[in-house]
């Protein structure tokens, strides 16, 4: 006969100890997670940042006004491509631009090649005009990003530095409504609590690629060695998967944090959270059968030691409490890690006892995202997405 008591205890058991390492896991990569800094003097390089922007009036014209007040990078040159927007994108950028002769604005009216996602599509565009004269460096950055007057630069002198062919500043992840706050710190808190990253940037394994496409500066011949986007045409998620390119080529991928140099509020409020990660999470773990495995490990570490905290009694909910502590401690530490003294920790402390919440919503975002696949319904601004 099965004593479901026992069963109850070994799984809380087991729950709180994968909470313990990952706890573990999240504090040494908070203490030796690289930084990007700022360079002694001017980078010595020939730069493109390549802008895909599709409906992006709002927030558009603040990166350009970053860009435009770049320093230590001479030889920078910008190209914004305007994918079909409806909105204004491009009169808006424009008004910021002005004459500018570093900047090139174009715009594109046509679908995403059969085939091809919208922002892979427009990425291989912005390829093919940022090498229309020899250029060093190649970046792609999205249209919500911030960057510090250095941010470039920055970005540059790691990628000489870490002989890379690609560096990754994460972004801090700005927040502004409940659902934001509850669901985004997920973003890093997933490879930091999970991943040694100063193994993973020194690994050649594609497996253990951590990048993210709000950012990325790649040396320009290795971009091109890899056919650049066109070797990612399909992929929802085209910033891990060129990366993976990279690394099965021989190349090296690494990632740094960007905190203080980039930061970026990738959803504005409940309804892009969830369209936003609907888009792309049905292809996080390899299909149906990893994204269950993973679903059910989140659960038994984040969700079983929390519920026995609640509803157990004795040593299983000493174990219920000491999981959820050690997963609290864990958030704190890479929300800490990511936005530094920039984020309240009072604020970072409430939002992340709330951790079985997010959670759940991530698990359920997970499982709607397979959904809307498999029946073909997924989309983003406005475009179907296979």
Same mark, same amino acid.
């Given at each position: 006969?099965?004593d479901?008591?026992?069963?109850?205890?070994?799984?809380?058991?087991?729950g709180a100890v994968?909470?313990?390492?990952?706890?573990?896991?999240?504090?040494?990569?908070?203490?030796?997670?690289?930084?990007?800094? !700022?360079p002694?003097?001017d980078?010595d390089?020939?730069?493109?940042v390549?802008?895909?922007?599709?409906?992006e009036?709002?927030?558009?014209?603040?990166?350009l !006004?970053?860009l435009?007040?770049q320093?230590q990078? !001479?030889?920078?040159?910008?190209?914004?491509?305007?994918?079909?927007?409806?909105?204004?994108?491009?009169d808006?950028?424009?008004?910021?631009?002005g004459?500018?002769?570093?900047?090139?604005?174009?715009?594109?009216e046509?679908?995403?090649p059969?085939?091809?996602?919208?922002? =892979?599509a427009?990425c291989?565009?912005?390829g093919?005009?940022?090498?229309?004269?020899?250029?060093?460096?190649?970046?792609?950055?999205?249209?919500d990003?911030?960057?510090?007057?250095s941010?470039?630069?920055?970005a540059?002198?790691?990628?000489r530095?870490?002989?890379?062919?690609l560096?990754?500043?994460?972004?801090?992840q700005?927040?502004?409504?409940?659902?934001?706050?509850?669901?985004?710190?997920?973003?890093?808190?997933?490879?930091?609590?999970?991943?040694?990253?100063?193994?993973?940037?020194?690994?050649?394994?594609?497996?253990t690629?951590?990048?993210?496409?709000?950012?990325?500066m790649?040396?320009a011949? =290795?971009?091109?060695?890899?056919d650049g986007?066109?070797?990612?045409?399909s992929?929802?998620?085209?910033?891990?998967?060129i990366a993976?390119a990279?690394?099965?080529?021989?190349?090296?991928?690494?990632?740094v944090?960007?905190?203080?140099?980039v930061?970026?509020?990738m959803?504005?409020g409940?309804s892009?959270?969830?369209?936003?990660?609907?888009?792309?999470?049905?292809?996080?773990?390899?299909?149906?059968?990893r994204s269950?495995?993973?679903?059910?490990?989140?659960?038994?570490?984040?969700?079983?030691?929390?519920?026995?905290?609640?509803?157990?009694?004795?040593?299983?909910?000493?174990?219920g409490?000491g999981?959820?502590?050690?997963a609290?401690?864990?958030?704190?530490?890479s929300a800490?890690?990511?936005?530094?003294?920039?984020?309240?920790l009072?604020?970072t402390?409430?939002v992340s006892?709330?951790h079985?919440?997010s959670v759940?919503?991530?698990?359920?975002?997970?499982?709607?995202?397979?959904? !809307?696949?498999?029946n073909g319904?997924?989309?983003?601004k406005?475009?179907?997405?296979?």
């Amino acid at each position: 006969m099965i004593d479901v008591a026992v069963l109850a205890r070994r799984a809380v058991v087991a729950g709180a100890v994968l909470s313990g390492l990952s706890a573990a896991t999240t504090i040494v990569n908070a203490r030796t997670l690289r930084a990007l800094q !700022r360079p002694d003097g001017d980078v010595d390089a020939s730069v493109v940042v390549c802008i895909p922007a599709r409906n992006e009036a709002p927030r558009l014209p603040n990166l350009l !006004r970053d860009l435009r007040d770049q320093t230590q990078c !001479r030889r920078l040159r910008v190209i914004v491509l305007d994918d079909g927007s409806t909105d204004g994108t491009f009169d808006a950028a424009a008004s910021v631009i002005g004459s500018d002769p570093r900047f090139l604005l174009v715009r594109s009216e046509s679908d995403p090649p059969a085939g091809w996602t919208g922002k =892979a599509a427009a990425c291989r565009t912005l390829g093919e005009l940022a090498f229309a004269e020899p250029t060093d460096c190649i970046a792609f950055v999205d249209a919500d990003v911030r960057l510090d007057t250095s941010a470039v630069a920055a970005a540059v002198a790691e990628l000489r530095s870490s002989r890379a062919a690609l560096v990754s500043p994460w972004p801090r992840q700005e927040t502004g409504t409940l659902a934001e706050a509850l669901v985004q710190p997920l973003l890093s808190f997933s490879w930091m609590s999970t991943l040694p990253i100063l193994a993973a940037n020194a690994s050649s394994m594609p497996s253990t690629v951590v990048a993210c496409g709000q950012f990325l500066m790649f040396d320009a011949a =290795a971009y091109r060695s890899i056919d650049g986007h066109n070797c990612v045409a399909s992929s929802p998620t085209e910033d891990l998967d060129i990366a993976r390119a990279l690394r099965r080529s021989g190349e090296r991928t690494v990632l740094v944090s960007g905190g203080g140099f980039v930061r970026c509020r990738m959803y504005d409020g409940w309804s892009a959270v969830r369209a936003g990660y609907t888009r792309w999470l049905w292809s996080a773990y390899g299909g149906p059968a990893r994204s269950t495995a993973v679903l059910g490990t989140v659960s038994l570490a984040y969700l079983a030691p929390p519920l026995a905290a609640v509803f157990g009694a004795g040593t299983t909910r000493a174990w219920g409490i000491g999981g959820y502590l050690a997963a609290v401690a864990a958030r704190v530490v890479s929300a800490r890690a990511e936005s530094g003294a920039e984020t309240s920790l009072l604020r970072t402390t409430i939002v992340s006892t709330a951790h079985p919440l997010s959670v759940a919503i991530y698990g359920a975002l997970t499982v709607n995202s397979l959904r !809307r696949h498999r029946n073909g319904s997924t989309s983003w601004k406005g475009r179907p997405l296979l």
